[in-house]
């Protein structure tokens, strides 16, 4: 990957190619736009989403990118290996994961049952620990190195009433990358995350109007988030100009995390 930057003003990542996890759903599709843009091959997962993951791949297409979709649960390491063996027989390399998949059930802690703590934990945790694995035992074989980041959560360092299972889930992916940017840094693959506060989607005015307005009066930025906001900061780190940057968490919240709360 060179130092240049593409047409659209990002890095340019011609050549490489990158998975993005959960690329069906609104930011891991936001994602998956700016990897595109800036020339990457997109290779847009899903689980169970194959209907809205063929649009995603059908409008990067569309405007002159090259992408396919492939499924995979990656709560199970099989197909979590299988996907990124697919990646890599399908186009010669892996540069780039990004670990988008996971779930934000809202429950109070005290409802919280233990099937549905594992299942946010699996959902959100096993799958960044699976796919990295996955990812980093390819770099490391071919000796190609590579950029490993995982979406976290502003939860993941304060938490909201909730979401306790999801806040502790993404607190322990915002570790683990630390220790596999740590294992991993030798091997020439870095790994960071990314922690979005509160990203826009259809209908979330609608039927949250009081938390919307309450983020807009906290963030100093004064609006809520955008999927390319995120996708901006997963292609700067997985780009060359963060070449010496690894077990970092880039916080991505309009500046909400600056608030006092007191």
Not at 94 to 120: F, H, K, S, Y
Request: aromatic share 4%; glycine share 12%; proline share 5%.
């Amino acid at each position: 990957m060179s130092q240049s930057t593409s047409p659209r003003g990002l890095p340019d990542l011609s050549g490489s190619v990158v998975i993005v996890t959960g690329a069906a759903g609104g930011v891991g599709a936001g994602v998956a736009r700016r990897f595109a843009a800036a020339g990457a091959t997109v290779v847009v997962h899903h689980r169970t989403g194959a209907e809205r993951a063929a649009r995603v791949v059908a409008e990067l297409e569309a405007a002159g990118g090259r992408a396919v979709a492939l499924a995979a649960d990656l709560r199970d390491a099989e197909q979590a290996d299988r996907l990124v063996r697919d990646t890599v027989d399908r186009f010669g390399r892996l540069d780039v994961l990004v670990n988008n998949a996971g779930v934000q059930p809202v429950r109070p802690l005290t409802e919280i049952t233990p099937e549905e703590w594992r299942a946010v934990v699996a959902g959100n945790l096993d799958t960044a620990f699976l796919t990295t694995r996955a990812a980093a035992r390819v770099m490391i074989e071919r000796g190609t190195g590579g950029a490993i980041v995982s979406i976290a959560s502003i939860e993941g360092s304060q938490p909201a009433f909730g979401h306790a299972h999801y806040a502790a889930a993404k607190a322990a992916v915002l570790m683990h990358v630390r220790a596999a940017a740590l294992e991993y840094g030798p091997h020439g693959i870095r790994v960071n995350a990314v922690s979005p506060g509160l990203i826009a989607r259809e209908g979330i005015e609608r039927e949250w109007p009081e938390g919307v307005a309450r983020w807009r009066n906290a963030a100093p930025l004064g609006r809520l988030g955008t999927p390319e906001d995120v996708g901006n900061a997963c292609v700067f780190l997985a780009s060359p100009l963060a070449s010496w940057i690894t077990g970092h968490n880039l916080v991505v919240d309009g500046g909400v995390s600056t608030h006092p709360t007191w």
